[in-house]
């Protein structure tokens, strides 16, 4: 059975961030991921970034990915990447990892330290009709347009205002699709508010305190009933029809973390970081010693400190392998997340993580 | 329920009054200036801070924390329009009252197809999307090369707090 010093488990800003630290370092490492190329959802963003010059600012999501890769490409020597590869299983008893790459390859790594940055799963919401082609995720909707240069349809009604919702609404009119409207059901847009005054100026209304009540259409959406809802989110029974042919979910991530049930890592459900998450030290180590998580597999945020965090993770992980320490680098890592963190609209996920934080890892 | 539905619109992305992060010179000083000054509107803290970083004169003052909202000391400004091109969020734009008596010159971020070109018609819209002039490009920068281009379109000065972007007309529709 191969054995490989670090395994890191998804190729995105987490990963990509994660083994580019460590192999920096001297550790060598295997990077897998189960989609047709290196980047996750970095390959998608074709809008700016925010954060400072450290997290590339001001540059395009997919820029980035460029920018991780070529920094991956430079360390050849130590890092092996894998792609269209899936991690299917952890056995506690000697900690061996089972993979499958391109469903007709099956084989075993023994790794000596991992580092588990395999993202998120959109979130779906019930409503009647909510079968009908034509009813999207927002990451099907970004891949098809971004990725593949495909349109979803002609008109979409986005549900849901996160940074998801409002970001991809105005990647669909760059793209030359109307959108009929966003339906939001707090009182206010959970994203950035300069990304919904981007929408606003082009003419998209963003209905808050609303919800959709169903998709309409027989065979195909034709279009969507939008009802009105109380501060207590219950239907005031004021509602209008919306017509449209693709009706757009951006409700929310929950965490990738199947594999850290499965490697023992001790979870706990925090809503405020989207889900169930591991129990981790300062240094995103798990409770299973060997064991590091970074991104949104640790709690749903930006992917920004996803890139930092996997920094901290490859860092934390090479270091007990015994390479070199880079204490100044240590020291940024750190104090870039506190200052993305530091503002209102990271309250929820300071609140999560102190949920999460367990002793030990202090420097 | 006006206030409740002010709250709601400004809770929606739409601008409904002054607010810290809403950057504007004082507007004698404005309309001597050639070139302009920025536009700031960026009202809720987030960690974001290019417009301090692409500013070449320091005009976007430091952030103490990277979640401030921007404060602008108008005496340093030139107008460069870096930060209008810079900023993720689209939230700089810089407005040049001395351009012609009566007149604004807005230098707006454009990131939408066509790629836009001096003499394009396009319709200005205000914070809602709704068409509040039509006007015909000036002039099209791209200062970073990378597809955010800086579009110059006159307006007449009363609506220069209205008009905040541009959609260039369909030949059909002209």
């Not at chain 1, 269209?84 to 952890?90: A, E, K, P, S």
């Amino acid at each position: 059975m191969r054995e490989v010093e670090l395994l890191v488990i998804g190729g995105g800003p987490a990963g990509l961030s994660a083994a580019a630290e460590a192999a920096g370092m001297g550790a060598s490492v295997l990077l897998v991921d189960s989609g047709p190329r290196l980047g996750g959802q970095l390959i998608k963003q074709t809008h700016k970034f925010f954060g400072s010059r450290d997290e590339f600012a001001g540059t395009r999501g997919f820029k980035i990915a460029d920018v991780l890769l070529d920094e991956l490409k430079g360390l050849s020597d130590r890092v092996e990447a894998m792609i269209d590869t899936t991690v299917v299983g952890y056995y506690r008893e000697d900690g061996t990892v089972s993979l499958s790459r391109s469903e007709d390859e099956y084989f075993l790594v023994k790794p000596k330290r991992i580092v588990v940055a395999a993202g998120a799963q959109e979130r779906l919401i019930p409503f009647p009709g909510n079968d009908l082609p034509g009813v999207y995720g927002a990451g099907a909707v970004q891949t098809l347009m971004n990725v593949y240069g495909v349109v979803p349809g002609k008109k979409v009604l986005m549900i849901g205002a996160g940074n998801i919702g409002i970001i991809v609404a105005y990647q669909l009119i760059q793209a030359g699709i109307e959108v009929a409207g966003v339906v939001e059901a707090m009182p206010r847009v959970g994203g950035y508010w300069v990304h919904a005054a981007k929408i606003r100026r082009l003419g998209v209304p963003i209905h808050l305190m609303h919800s959709i009540k169903r998709a309409c259409g027989d065979k195909v959406v034709e279009g969507a009933d939008v009802m009105e809802l109380d501060e207590r989110f219950n239907p005031t029974g004021r509602e209008f029809h919306v017509e449209c042919d693709t009706i757009c979910l951006a409700v929310g991530l929950t965490p990738t973390v199947e594999l850290l049930w499965q490697a023992g890592c001790k979870m706990k459900y925090v809503p405020q970081l989207c889900g169930y998450v591991p129990v981790r030290d300062c240094n995103l180590r798990t409770t299973n010693h060997s064991v590091w998580v970074a991104g949104d597999s640790s709690g749903i945020e930006e992917a920004s400190s996803a890139m930092v965090e996997g920094r901290l993770a490859g860092y934390g992980a090479a270091l007990s392998l015994g390479y070199g320490e880079r204490p100044d680098r240590y020291l940024s890592f750190i104090k870039r997340l506190e200052n993305l963190r530091a503002g209102e609209v990271c309250d929820k996920i300071r609140s999560g993580i102190a949920c999460v934080l367990c002793e030990g890892g202090e420097q | 329920m006006d206030d409740r539905n002010d709250a709601l619109l400004y809770n929606s992305g739409v601008l409904t009054g002054p607010r810290d992060g809403v950057c504007k010179a004082e507007e004698g000083q404005w309309k001597a200036k050639r070139g302009g000054y920025v536009v700031i509107e960026c009202p809720q803290r987030i960690p974001c801070n290019p417009c301090h970083t692409s500013c070449p004169t320091g005009a976007v003052l430091p952030f103490a924390d990277i979640n401030d909202v921007p404060k602008v000391d108008f005496s340093k400004c030139t107008g460069c329009c870096r930060c209008v091109a810079r900023c993720p969020g689209l939230a700089c734009f810089v407005v040049d009252l001395a351009w012609k008596e009566g007149w604004a010159m807005m230098k707006l971020p454009y990131e939408q197809l066509p790629r836009p070109q001096k003499g394009m018609a396009v319709d200005c819209l205000d914070r809602i999307g709704r068409k509040v002039y039509r006007s015909v490009i000036e002039q099209v920068l791209e200062p970073f090369k990378d597809r955010t281009f800086v579009v110059s379109v006159p307006v007449p000065a009363d609506l220069k707090d209205d008009v905040r972007a541009v959609k260039v007309v369909a030949h059909d529709a002209e």
